[in-house]
């Protein structure tokens, strides 16, 4: 190395002449080089990343202006090419802002809002015109109306990659038959080897987006996803960043550009989620960062020799005798009222005694008395009076020994026996002692310690404590008996630096921010979310899949790295899903379906590990992907969704996200589970009831013929084996009409409740508590609703002339459990 | 048996199937309850002296499936019964397992003989009728009796009068599946000798002792039939013949002995019937491998459960079988009864039996 370093010195043009050659690069140039970072990194899936960035642009522009969207997709071979048209009814760009949008990379209105949207940074579509100008040469072709406008404006243009600038080839107007919207036209070199992916992206979009109207025009097919619902989603709003998710360097260049002259101003003003009160608190936790916290000492018990009064009478000279009698009671009183006293409250004692000595006596304690009382009642508190030696050989440990010890003792486990404890608080209070031979002056005589400074004295004393006392002292009694004294210390009550002086202080800055993220704050607010909502999820799925039971949840907004976000999921099961081979799952992030690197996705692995079996699903192995005919799909809304990368194909695996997933596909599997639990055991009632209804029918015939009787009626008996409700019509000649009864007899083991509708030819009198009657069209419909109680009765009452007719019609009960005997 | 007996018979099983059809008429689940046939239900009866079944019952109901297949296969046995016995025929257990082949129901059909058999069992407790009345009978076992006794059998053929001694071969008299066609003549015998292997049977013959000793000798052939423990229980308490029995020393063998004495778990409800309680046990005794120093195999694992299951047994709670048992388990042996041999031929008849007999002072 020496010899390079000297052949460097030896030719001083070397590093000139490097620098020469370096030079800085577009950002176009960048992805021109590195077109697979956004997902072209074949025709084939280049062709899938234009079609999906296209599309969510094209409904990000209808939502924000409040259009239902309605996008046509069309490819078609062109040659040697392919050509991509996508078309919007969006509210279309611009003569301005329309070649920036296509033609320059990193423009877009989304990168600084933090509000939920499918684009973010502005790079999609005009890196599907880079790709497509860079693999056919051809400009893009863009017509785009705006509302109310006469004419549509037509741009052909291509990308100057030097300088990441579009540069316009055509620029006229044209005519169009959409009253507004944009369409771009892209030819590019493709295949339709990804065939199967775009439909996915088409269908799964139309999954999520209930709203819209798709369509997708192919060489060799044609599909139509028409709406399922005319709601479009909720408008989202852009919100302030949470003070959990801030980084240093924001805080800096916030704290820059900032109207506000405080600290609490400031975090008020620039964040969410901050009030008054909170930012009392990130203030407070500032103070301990910034400046550490008073250590409070116990003032001196009874049974101790200190004498607060006489300290302070000894300090307070020439206020004659009477006022410095109360003046020494009075701040003895006040220490004693304290637990413990830190420093600055021992000042505010020390103040409003000699406020109130002065009222009372008319003698007035100035600074200088009542700084030295101050000083004469703390080096009481701290043991630290100058003494003769052999008074204090006497005395025996100091005050802060005993203090310690006690704090100590209580922090650590109880296998530590009480002598070590004291030697380790003797050593502990000798670093509280050296503290008062500071480098300054004075020596840091209150006690201040900021808690890294407060572990090291710990961390000291234990270290002395193990070498000598040869017993081990780990790191977690360490770190509790720093917390142990850590709570009993107070914070202190300076003012915190003004927003200017924080202003380029990297480290008070950096206390700030820890602060912060120390600080309980209530999550961020979800209004600039936008989730699907459980509805139409279902409405969503219920569209795109032929299913027999649908299920979906939508969990409360988390936060992750102060970006708040939502999850949720849907679960589609049976009829027309394929039974054979694994389930099929539907990534969402932003309502943008991804497509690509399903293994590489946090949703992807956290539905592999959910034990698929607890919810009645097939799982080889009990793990991995279920079988059998079902579709999961999770979405995730955040203001910045943590992609593995820039093509956004796949949720990075964070963990407060991980868990809210799999909360939401439990949820939602839940809902599945007892589905199926239902269906399971209807299954075999039904097959029972299959069996049953052979056997007994031919035992019953059997019988009869054995004993040589008619056959006997089995439909009771039948009722009450298949633990059914039993609904039965008992007719009876009464005079001169016919009382009937209807009974439900409950041989169920639960409660059930029914709704029974007996359509009666004739007026019926005498009606049982509950019933009621209509009549429609010369018939009378007689309701009853009972709630039949597990193995018990209930019945239905009414008279009616002879002959009268009855059709009784029984709901609420499923019809495999329900036997009704007209 | 009498035309009366066959109409009683008929009576009961069409009674059964008249309380399926009351149970169905009032809306009720039809079920049938049997006592539960497990050692776990069978008490000690003190007026009898004959193990019978408790009280608890299982039930057969059409609440399931399963137990609704029972039920059907229950009324179709009925009929075929009731029209057997209308026609006084009568037919084997192994005849209605695949007479149930040719019923036009296949859900009524049986899947295993050990299904019609037990069925039979519950129709006998249920209608309080024997098997034998149903005319339901067993494969012959072949049991036999060899020993000075007259007696007359009604045969389907008409009556036969039969010495078993004089007018049998060395094979003895085969008893009859339903021995209370037999009436008893004449008998010379002293005792009765239950041998269980049929190499003992014929060793015994072989060397006379039927003759000598004024001994009936009953072939058991293993665990044995009905006939032969109703014949037995009928010897004795017709004829005042005290019965011994003479099996291997192994825990199978005691229960051999269980089923001559206290009646069989299966067939509770005809102890009083089969069981012959006076009878008692010759051996191979635990006791007897020590004392003749009989060669012995080692007990199996399957050994020592089956005996740690009579101690719980209680038909064998007695101090005797306690004794023996534990005795044995202590051992760790079990012996054959043709490992006399090894003591030569004849050691069974001039040496063992006498001594062992004298010494239960059936001699």
């Known amino acids: ?822 | 048996m009498s035309a009366d007996d066959t109409q009683e018979a008929r009576e009961q099983l069409i009674d059964l199937a008249a309380q399926f059809y009351d149970q169905f008429e009032l809306g009720e689940i039809p079920h049938m309850s049997v006592p539960t046939r497990t050692k776990n239900n069978i008490e000690y009866d003190e007026d009898s002296d004959v193990w019978v079944y408790g009280d608890r019952e299982s039930t057969r109901s059409a609440n399931s499936v399963q137990g609704a297949r029972k039920l059907l296969k229950a009324v179709y046995t009925i009929e075929f019964l009731a029209e057997q016995l209308e026609a006084d025929r009568s037919s084997t257990l192994r005849e209605l397992y695949y007479l149930s082949e040719s019923w036009d129901n296949e859900e009524a059909q049986f899947s295993s003989q050990d299904e019609s058999n037990s069925l039979v069992e519950d129709l006998e407790i249920v209608s309080g009728v024997t098997r034998e009345d149903f005319h339901m009978r067993p494969e012959e076992s072949g049991a036999t009796i060899m020993g000075p006794l007259h007696l007359r059998e009604q045969t389907r053929r008409g009556e036969r009068e039969i010495h078993c001694q004089e007018d049998v071969g060395e094979g003895g008299y085969q008893i009859p599946n339903n021995p209370d066609t037999i009436e008893f003549l004449d008998c010379d015998a002293d005792f009765i000798l239950a041998v269980e292997t049929g190499g003992m049977r014929d060793r015994l013959v072989e060397n006379g002792f039927d003759e000598e000793f004024n001994a009936l000798i009953v072939h058991l052939k293993g665990q044995p039939a009905r006939a032969t423990r109703r014949i037995t229980k009928r010897l004795h308490d017709e004829l005042d013949l005290p019965v011994t029995v003479f099996t291997d020393g192994d825990p199978w063998s005691y229960r051999i002995y269980g089923s001559v004495a206290y009646g069989s778990i299966k067939s509770a409800h005809l102890s009083e019937y089969l069981a012959t309680p006076e009878a008692d046990f010759i051996g191979i005794q635990p006791a007897d491998i020590v004392e003749y120093d009989l060669p012995s195999d080692p007990l199996s694992d399957s050994d020592i459960n089956a005996l740690e299951s009579e101690l719980e047994d209680p038909r064998f709670q007695t101090d005797y079988w306690e004794e023996q048992i534990e005795l044995q388990l202590d051992l760790g042996k079990k012996s054959e009864q043709q490992s006399l041999a090894s003591r030569g031929l004849d050691f069974v008849t001039d040496t063992y039996l006498p001594e062992r007999l004298d010494a239960m002072g059936v001699l």
């Not at chain 1, 097959?687 to 209804?693: D, M, Y």
Request: hydrophobic content about 35%; proline content about 4%.
């Open chain 1, 1 to 822: 190395m020496t010899s390079f370093q000297s052949t460097l010195g030896d030719e001083p043009g070397i590093a000139e002449e490097l620098a020469e050659s370096q030079q800085s690069i577009s950002i176009a140039e960048f992805f021109e080089k590195n077109k697979h970072m956004l997902g072209f990194d074949s025709g084939a899936r280049g062709l899938v990343t234009a079609v999906k960035e296209a599309v969510d642009n094209a409904l990000d522009a209808a939502e924000e202006s409040g259009i239902l969207p309605d996008i046509y997709v069309e490819i078609e071979e062109a040659g040697d090419y392919y050509r991509l048209i996508v078309e919007d009814n969006g509210p279309g760009l611009t003569k301005e802002s329309l070649p920036k949008v296509f033609g320059k990379l990193l423009y877009g209105s989304r990168f600084h809002a933090r509000e939920q949207s499918r684009g973010q940074q502005g790079i999609g579509i005009s890196a599907a015109v880079l790709y497509s100008q860079l693999t056919s040469g051809k400009p893009a072709k863009i017509t785009s109306r705006t509302q109310g406008s006469e004419e549509a404006e037509y741009f052909e243009l291509i990308i100057d990659t030097d300088n990441n600038e579009p540069e316009i080839s055509v620029e006229e107007t044209t005519t169009w038959d959409r009253p507004h919207g944009t369409r771009i036209e892209l030819e590019m070199e493709a295949n339709m080897r990804a065939r199967q992916q775009l439909h996915d992206y088409i269908k799964h979009t139309a999954v999520v987006n209930p709203h819209a109207r798709l369509e997708l025009r192919e060489p060799q097919e044609h599909f139509k996803f028409e709406r399922a619902t005319d709601q479009l989603p909720a408008e989202t709003e852009e919100i302030r960043p949470h003070p959990h998710g801030v980084e240093l360097g924001t805080v800096m260049k916030m704290l820059a550009a900032t109207d506000s002259q405080t600290v609490s101003g400031f975090v008020q003003e620039e964040f969410t989620r901050v009030g008054k009160k909170t930012a009392d608190s990130i203030i407070d936790e500032f103070r301990d960062r910034h400046y550490g916290r008073e250590m409070r000492w116990r003032p001196p018990a009874a049974h101790e020799n200190v004498d607060l009064e006489a300290a302070v009478a000894d300090a307070t000279a020439n206020k004659g005798k009477e006022a410095t009698a109360a003046f020494a009671a009075a701040i003895a009183d006040g220490v004693d009222d304290y637990d413990r006293i830190a420093y600055h409250e021992l000042l505010e004692t020390v103040e409003s005694a000699a406020e109130a000595v002065a009222d009372d006596h008319g003698t007035t304690f100035g600074d200088t008395v009542r700084e030295n009382a101050v000083e004469a009642v703390w080096l009481e508190l701290i043991d630290a009076v100058e003494t003769d030696e052999s008074e204090s050989d006497d005395e025996g440990d100091s005050r802060l020994v005993a203090d310690l010890s006690d704090l100590a003792d209580e922090a650590t486990s109880t296998r530590k026996d009480d002598e070590v404890i004291h030697a380790f608080a003797d050593r502990l209070a000798a670093t509280f002692e050296d503290e008062l031979e500071g480098d300054d002056d004075e020596g840091n005589v209150r006690h201040r310690l900021t808690r890294d400074r407060l572990r090291s004295h710990v961390d000291r004393a234990a270290d002395l404590t193990e070498e000598y006392d040869d017993v081990s002292f780990g790191e977690t009694a360490r770190e509790n008996v720093t917390d142990a004294i850590w709570d009993v210390m107070a914070t202190v009550p300076d003012d915190p630096p003004l927003v200017r002086e924080l202003n380029g202080d990297r480290d008070a800055t950096s206390d700030l921010v820890d602060a912060m993220r120390a600080t309980d704050i209530m999550a961020p607010p979800t209004r600039c979310l936008s989730p699907i909502s459980e509805e139409l999820i279902t409405a969503g799925l219920e569209k795109e899949f032929d299913a027999d039971f649908y299920a979906s949840a939508t969990r409360d907004a988390g936060v992750s790295g102060g970006d708040p976000f939502i999850v949720e999921a849907g679960i589609a099961y049976g009829g027309d899903l394929p039974a054979e081979g694994t389930g099929e799952v539907m990534r969402f992030a932003n309502r943008v379906p991804l497509v690509y690197q399903r293994g590489a996705c946090a949703t992807t692995d956290v539905v592999k590990s959910i034990g698929w079996r607890n919810y009645g699903l097939d799982q080889p192995g009990g793990s991995g992907l279920p079988n059998g005919p079902v579709v999961i799909m999770v979405h995730v809304a955040s203001t910045n969704v943590p992609f593995t990368s820039e093509s956004k194909d796949a949720v990075a695996n964070v963990p407060e996200i991980e868990d809210e997933i799999e909360l939401a596909i439990r949820e939602a599997a839940r809902d599945l589970k007892s589905y199926l639990n239902k269906r399971r055991s209807m299954q075999q009632r039904r097959k029972k009831q299959n069996v049953l209804g052979t056997i007994l029918p031919e035992m019953a015939e059997k019988v009869a013929e054995v004993t040589g009787r008619d056959e006997p009626d089995i439909d009771d008996a039948i009722a009450r084996i298949m633990n059914n409700v039993l609904v039965e019509r008992q007719v009876e000649e009464n005079g001169d009409g016919t009382a009937v009864s209807v009974v439900v007899e409950n041989n169920s083991g639960t409660n059930e409740s029914l709704e029974i509708t007996d359509i009666v030819s004739a007026e019926p009198t005498a009606l049982s508590d509950g019933a009621t009657v209509v009549e429609m069209d010369g018939e009378w419909f007689v309701k009853w609703e009972p709630e039949v109680p597990s193995d018990d009765e209930a019945a239905l009452e009414y008279e009616v002339p002879d002959d009268a007719t009855f059709d009784l019609d029984v709901k609420g009960v499923e019809s495999e459990k329900l036997t009704v005997n007209q």
